[in-house]
Structure formats: C-alpha cells, structure tokens
C-alpha cells in the first residue's frame, strides 16, 4: 500500500486499523554480506502477517530490529505511528523470542517468568501489586498452565515453555504480538493447539500479529496462498479480521479467560 | 578458646559475616549470566592496583576497586566485541592482570610488600577502615539489589527481553560491573585474591542444584554463604588454621553434600 493511501485510510478512521509497524527501505548487512535490502512494509493493526523466508533472508534480524534491538542502517522503522527511536510505549509490544534461547537450568519457576513480562520502563523502582500478581494468575489460566505455575521452567516441554513465553507477551494487554518462529521444535499436534489459540486471539481480540515461521502449509492454511507482498527473499502473507464487535481496547485476559 | 573473643577475630567475624551476603550474592548474577569466571578476574586486576596503592601510599584496597572497575568495563566491551565467546575476554584481561601485579610487586620490592595477606588473604588483620569499606559495600551492594530486584531477574534470565520491554539494559550492566568490582576489591582481603571466586562462584553453584525458583536461588546462596564462612571462621581459630582455605574448603564440602543430595533424591 503506498504512503498517502495508508494515510488517509487511518485520517479517515481514528483509533481503528492504524498503522502498527511501518518499514521504510529498510536495509541492513553484516561485513559486506546483505541481509535486508530495500524492505518496505506495512502492518495495520489486527492485521495478521506471517513473515516467511528461507534461512538466512533476514527474518529474525528484522524482528530484532522492530522490537529495538538492532538499528537499521538504512531506512526507517515507525511503530504505532512513532519513530522507532522515540517509541516509549514498549509495554504494548509483546514479544515471544525463538525457543531454546534461554538456559534450561536457570532457577525460576513459571510465575516468575510470567510476571516478568510486566518488568517495563513503567514498573521501575515500583513494587508488584495484587493486581499484577491476579494478572499474572490470569495469563496463566488463558494460557491453560495454571497448574504449571510453580514449577521449574526448564522442566517443561517445548509446548509448555512455548505457551509460558506467550503468556509473559500477554501479560501486559499488548496492542501488538510479535512472534519468532513459535512453531518449531515442539510437536505437530502441539503445533496445532499453539497456532489454534494464536488464531483464535486473532479473530475475537484487538491485538496485530507479526509472525516469523517457515511451516508454510500452516501459515497458508490460514493467510491464503499468495503472499501479499514479496521484498527480496522475504513473503508476507496478511490476513486482516475487521468483522470484530468492535474496536475498543477490552481486557484481553479476562475475555480470553471468559471463553476458555 | 580465647581466640574466639579477641577484638581481631570479632572483626574478622564482622568481615566475614558482611562479605558472605555480597559475594554469594553478585556470583548467583555472575554464574547465571555464564560469567563465572569474572571473580578470579577481577581479583588478579584488583591485585595490580592494591600493589600500586602500596607503592604510591594510597589505600591499597581503593586503588584495587578503581581497577577493579575499570577490568570489568574492559571486559564488557571485549564481551561485546566477541559476543559468542565470553570467556576469552575473561582470559584477556586475567592474564593482563597478572602481568601488571607481577610488574608491580617487583618494582615494589624495597617497600614492605606483604604479597601473601592478598593472595590468600588475612582477614585477621582487618583494622577499622576495611570494616568500614565492607560495610558501605554490603549496604550499596544490597540497596542496588533490592530496589532493582524484579529487573535483575529479568535481565539475567533474558536479556533481549530486558531489552524490548524498554529497561535501560546498558545501565543495569554498567551497574552489575560496578557492583561485582566493589565486592571483590572489598573480599580480597577476607578470603584472598586467589579464592575470592570460590565465595562467588560455589553457593551459587550449590542453590542451582536445589533451587526451584529464583527467590529460592537468591536466598539460598546467602545461607550457604554465610554458614560457610562462619564456621569456617570458627573452626579456622580453634584448630589454627587457614581462614580462607577452610572457607572455601567446607565450600566445596557444601556442594559435594548438595550435589548428592539431589541425586539421591532423583535415584
């Protein structure tokens, strides 16, 4: 879509399907090597984007790159309409990083993992609340590990963890969901479970999916065949739900708990 | 038995008893972030400047915390230099430390150099300033850890995470260095340069075999810690013996029960 049109479109309807990330010629190498050329992109919110690509096209980097961790050295990121640099509001970005990149025997149970995605700018010098602590019990009870809650987190399985690490991203309500490979190395059916829930978040809630996979047959299954958009090695495959009650920002653990 | 009251175990006790929260404490950090290695480190730098405070006349264990602070800096941007490999810019900066304590306590040779009270350390002669010292360390060290408790956490566990929930991941690390230099400049002199990392290192390594959780880690570490250097103060001044090296030692006695603790366990 080009610029003055994604304007327009949200000039034209305050506060629903925004722009939620907008790449402009993003480009990015390591010792000469090109990683990211030239990629523009743009995800509205309760877009659902599944980003696909070969190893080694520059999916993660981009990722990392959205959420802060990497400067582009070409180009330009915005998020909720802010440039990236001055983006404040990092509480609405929930971020599930690939799996495995944490150390299986590090002391911590599943509830402090959990709380932990509340650990923000926001909660600096500041204490937990009851209301944290029945956030937290919450997003468990959404994710349907309220029983897991003390144990170890490196004594559960690759689904168990996978779904630990999506209830630390929801902790905090996020207006966006960016998801790094959450699929891989757990099993077909657990796979299917994980990605029944994501949908599910997906067509009821307010919440806009960035998804980094490369099982195409399940990101087909739901985004449609063709990519949107396709930017060097990189697809994005969009899926747009707008037949939504309505556009209000609710509570999305206590309705996601209401239907569970 | 008399040695038990003497004003100079008292102190050491005091000593002890201070340091055996801070060191266990910042180690749990340094083991979990793969960091272990950084205590004996920073020691040996902290070595070079204690031998330059002695040749300049300067409180040798200030000098030895001003390099202290500036290894762990050096190590920081060596780490970042060398992301995947850690502990090379350990190693780098060890053996630079090393050389220049070598370096140093030789050209210091006509001074009265007492090269051993640091290496194993003398906790028996500590005089009022040291106390003084370890006590503003174990109350900086333990404000920083308390109100930054929740952080801490999230920053050893996952960084990235850290990160992208917008926390100044740069400050808690610059903050983390300067702690851990604080408490090994200040622990040299109980347990010695050369085992100031088994204070860091063991309980962490013993609560990682019995913790659950993170709180329990965290607690944990500072028993171990100080059931360790008590009663190895004790039965170091009733038998007569090394202070540091029966700390250290019941350490390593510590761990083995723990480690056959969990596998009968498990069995």
């Known amino acids: ?260 | 038995m008399d040695i038990l009251t003497a004003e100079f175990f008292q102190r050491a006790l005091i000593g002890g008893a201070l340091i055996a929260v801070t060191a266990p404490l910042m180690g749990l950090f340094l083991v979990l972030r793969r960091l272990a290695m950084i205590g004996d480190t920073l020691a040996h730098v902290s070595i070079a400047g204690v031998a330059l405070g002695f040749l300049i006349n300067v409180y040798p264990v200030a000098v030895g915390l001003v390099f202290a602070i500036l290894a762990s800096f050096a190590i920081e941007v060596l780490r970042r230099t060398y992301r995947t490999y850690a502990e090379l810019s350990i190693a780098i900066i060890m053996s630079g430390g090393i050389a220049l304590a070598s370096l140093l306590f030789t050209m210091g040779k006509g001074f009265n150099l007492n090269v051993s009270s640091y290496l194993f350390g003398s906790i028996y002669t500590l005089d009022s300033t040291d106390l003084a010292v370890i006590a503003g360390v174990t109350v900086i060290v333990l404000t920083m850890v308390l109100i930054n408790k929740k952080e801490l956490f999230l920053l050893t566990f996952d960084e990235d995470a850290a990160a992208v929930s917008g926390l100044p991941v740069k400050y808690f690390n610059i903050m983390l260095s300067i702690l851990t230099a604080l408490v090994i400049s200040a622990s040299i002199k109980i347990v010695g340069a050369l085992l100031v990392s088994a204070l860091l290192t063991i309980p962490a390594a013993c609560s990682l075999t019995l913790s659950r959780s993170f709180k329990q880690a965290v607690i944990l570490v500072v028993v171990i810690g100080e059931a360790a250097v008590l009663a190895g103060l004790w039965m170091a001044g009733i038998w007569n013996l090394a202070p540091g090296g029966t700390i250290v030692l019941l350490l390593i006695g510590i761990l083995a029960v723990s480690i056959l603790g969990t596998q009968i366990r498990r069995a």
């Open chain 1, 1 to 260: 879509m080009s610029m003055n049109a994604g304007l327009l479109q949200s000039q034209q309807q305050p506060g629903c399907h925004q722009e939620i990330i907008r790449l402009d010629n993003i480009s990015f190498s390591v010792d000469s090597q090109t990683i990211l050329s030239d990629v523009s992109f743009t995800i509205k919110e309760r877009d659902f984007v599944g980003l696909i690509g070969s190893n080694g096209a520059g999916k993660t980097t981009l990722l990392r790159m959205i959420v802060g961790l990497i400067r582009p050295q070409q180009g330009a990121i915005s998020l909720f309409g802010i440039p990236s640099g001055q983006f404040k509001d990092w509480n609405h970005i929930g971020y599930v990083p690939q799996r495995n990149h944490f150390n299986p025997l590090f002391p911590a149970t599943v509830r402090e993992v959990v709380l932990s995605g509340l650990y923000g700018r926001k909660k600096l010098f500041k204490r937990l609340s009851k209301e944290d602590v029945s956030r937290c019990e919450d997003a468990l009870g959404a994710l349907k590990i309220q029983d897991l809650g003390d144990k170890r987190i490196g004594a559960l399985s690759g689904g168990q963890q996978q779904r630990v690490f999506l209830a630390r991203a929801l902790i905090n309500n996020p207006k966006l969901l960016i998801l790094d490979e959450p699929l891989s190395g757990i099993d077909i059916e657990t796979q299917q479970s994980f990605f029944h829930l994501i949908k599910h978040m997906h067509q009821r809630h307010n919440i806009t999916f960035l998804m980094v996979s490369h099982d195409m047959d399940m990101v087909r299954s739901y985004l449609g065949q063709e990519p949107k958009e396709k930017c060097g090695k990189l697809s994005f495959y969009v899926r747009h739900s707008h037949d939504l009650e309505d556009c209000d920002g609710t509570d999305l653990l206590h309705s996601l708990r209401k239907e569970g």
